[in-house]
């Protein structure tokens, strides 16, 4: 039992009063990315998006992006809960990654969708995708 004088250590605080600033801002910043596509997935992008769906994925193109939207408005959702954030990191990061080979189909195939209207702009976005993975990952790190 601590007396009123005494502060608690680090270790016994609660997780969310440990958290950097920066991280945190940096976890909601995603979330809040995830959930803006998760919504375009489920309308106003969803032709657009499936574009990006390789052929040799089982199912419908219009399937894809819908079950896409929805695993993108989870993954915002725990982001945002702060629960499990390592794990919760692990599983964007794993997303991420999993929808790269979109991404690549996308750009070797010269295909059009809003504003990823070149292959200079398609190839960007290859670039970035592994920076979406670090986002990830070190915003949801443990301090």
């Known amino acids: 039992m601590f007396h009123r004088s005494q502060k608690q250590s680090p270790s ?21 990315a995830l959930a803006f596509t998760g919504v375009g997935h489920l309308s ?7 574009v990006a769906v390789p052929d040799w994925m089982p199912g419908s193109k219009d ?5 896409s939207g929805v695993v993108e ?8 809960s702060g629960v499990q954030r390592k794990q919760v990191g692990r599983a964007t990061a794993a997303f991420f990654a999993a929808v790269f080979p979109g991404n690549v189909h996308q750009y070797v195939k010269h295909l059009d ?3 990823l ?13 592994p920076l979406l993975v670090a986002w990830a990952l070190e915003a949801t790190r443990e301090d």
């Open 12 to 32: 016994s605080s609660s997780p969310s009063a440990r958290r950097h600033p920066v991280r945190t801002a940096a976890r909601w910043g995603l979330a809040g």
């Open 44 to 50: 106003f992008a969803r032709e657009g998006v499936a």
């Open 63 to 67: 399937a894809t992006v819908l079950a």
């Open 73 to 80: 408005l989870a993954l915002a959702a725990a982001l945002a």
């Open 113 to 115: 969708a809003s504003f």
């Open 117 to 129: 209207n070149s292959d200079q702009r398609r190839l960007v976005r290859l670039y970035f995708q």
